[in-house]
């Protein structure tokens, strides 16, 4: 299997490749050349197969030539060991037809664990082949910093440095980051928002010098192993609701648009998906192009939901890519205009194909917490805010005897003073994390300049640490 650019000036690389190069040096985003196709008894076949040996499964068509299946298996064994619900990713029916699927039962209590700690498994073993070091810089709304620490810290072939916005994450989601020690991790807080440490990180790959310099790779959406290992939990959902002989809808909480690729991904690999809908809190730039054809970006507002706090979702690139037919041209060109104007055109006929295939709803934070009262009062379910939004955005999209299925993306107590809020109830951390905030605290407070994050992550790689 190869992987292609989205703006079409990189060269063809491995699946190996593209998990360490992350961002293409175009600027663009790795996709595969073509999609892998399983027929409905392959799929049939997959329902009896455990969650790690499906994950090897799928996995296996997009690792291709690079890693053998019998590897995969012992990688993803060991990936999802680890977590405290033995279904991994079990389902629960809220309401009839409406089911949560909760990806939350990792180290990190939230659906970046599905994919991370794969990735961990899968740096790990593509390095020590290679005998490579890398340095890993990634941004984060939330999620993505804390499970990337908990999948790499300690590693000997590695160094990471996670940007997220300063005062824009959970007290929980950021102390989940920066109360762990271990040398080879590096926090910054930034005094922006999350789109801001996003393009920071690009920036951070655009500067040949530096990427040279620290051997960069990234571990956020843009790297298509990313996507990838997030595509069996949709798969085994599927099946186990019927499908390949039964059709499917998913619906997902979404800032940066990964998770629900994900999903639309498994769609193009056969699987029999319905309807994909897509739920946004008040920074609703994904559901005002779904609905009204308006990509334009707006400033960003902090929320009860603030993994969905972003304006710039980088993996819209992707789908992008395929409503234009594989052009990467008019991908490039349509991008870069979006950049330089803050809003994107996209002809009717390209955005009606979107609107066939996807739903979108958005819920401010007064009716974010509506949504988690209401959701505990009649199911006795009690959701996170982003959870919510996606349970809301499903249920809108329901059809009759079609199972509606929805990312249940954090474990409440990441959230503790939205739940409190909707509820009056306080969600106790589980007990690896209970003493969470009595831990010490290190991170550094920088400025949104390229040169000094740069400066900041040279100094770490030299082997200083420095606390808050």
């Not at 800032?255 to 690729?261: A, K, S, T």
């Not at 009860?304 to 041209?329: G, H, K, T």
């Amino acid at each position: 299997m190869q992987y292609r650019s989205t703006r079409g000036d990189a060269q063809p690389r491995s699946f190996s490749d593209i998990l360490l190069a992350g961002l293409a040096e175009d600027g663009g985003l790795y996709m595969p050349e073509t999609w892998p196709q399983f027929t409905p008894q392959e799929w049939r076949e997959m329902r009896k197969l455990s969650y790690p040996d499906l994950a090897a499964r799928i996995l296996s068509v997009f690792a291709e030539g690079s890693i053998d299946l019998p590897t995969l298996q012992t990688l993803c064994a060991r990936a999802y060991a680890g977590f405290s619900h033995a279904a991994i990713a079990p389902l629960v029916e809220v309401e009839n037809g409406l089911f949560s699927m909760e990806l939350f039962h990792g180290p990190t209590l939230a659906f970046k664990d599905m994919a991370m700690q794969l990735l961990g498994q899968l740096f790990e073993h593509v390095l020590t082949e290679r005998n490579q070091r890398v340095t890993i810089v990634g941004a984060t709304s939330g999620d993505t910093g804390s499970a990337a620490i908990e999948a790499f810290r300690g590693s000997p072939h590695l160094s990471v440095a996670i940007l997220h916005p300063m005062g824009r994450t959970s007290d929980v989601q950021r102390r989940q980051m920066t109360t762990v020690k271990d040398d080879n991790i590096l926090n910054i807080a930034v005094e922006g928002t999350f789109d801001d440490c996003q393009d920071l990180v690009k920036a951070m790959f655009a500067d040949t010098q530096f990427r040279n310099e620290i051997n960069l790779s990234a571990v956020n959406s843009i790297n298509w192993a990313r996507i990838a290992a997030q595509i069996p939990y949709y798969v085994r959902a599927a099946l186990m609701m019927g499908a390949p002989d039964r059709e499917v809808s998913f619906a997902v909480p979404t800032g940066n648009f990964g998770n629900v690729l994900a999903a639309w991904a498994a769609s193009k690999m056969g699987l029999p998906v319905r309807r994909l809908c897509i739920g946004s809190n008040r920074n609703d730039i994904l559901t005002r192009f779904l609905t009204s054809n308006d990509m334009s970006m707006r400033a960003v507002e902090p929320s009860y939901s603030p993994s969905m706090d972003i304006q710039i979702s980088s993996n819209f690139e992707r789908l992008l890519f395929e409503l234009l037919d594989r052009d990467a041209e008019a991908c490039r060109n349509t991008m870069l205009a979006f950049r330089q104007t803050g809003r994107m055109t996209v002809d009717p006929a390209v955005w009606q194909r979107a609107k066939d295939r996807f739903g979108a709803l958005m819920l401010d934070d007064e009716a974010t917490l509506a949504e988690m009262q209401t959701l505990w009062e009649r199911s006795l379910y009690l959701a996170d805010p982003h959870s919510a939004i996606g349970l809301a955005a499903g249920r809108q999209e329901q059809e009759p005897g079609i199972p509606m299925i929805v990312a249940a993306t954090a474990h409440p107590a990441k959230f503790p003073d939205a739940v409190r809020r909707a509820t009056g109830i306080d969600p106790a951390l589980p007990p690896h994390l209970a003493d969470l905030f009595t831990r010490e605290e290190r991170y550094e407070t920088q400025p949104n300049e390229l040169n000094i994050i740069e400066d900041s992550v040279r100094r770490h790689l030299a082997g200083h640490t420095h606390k808050a």
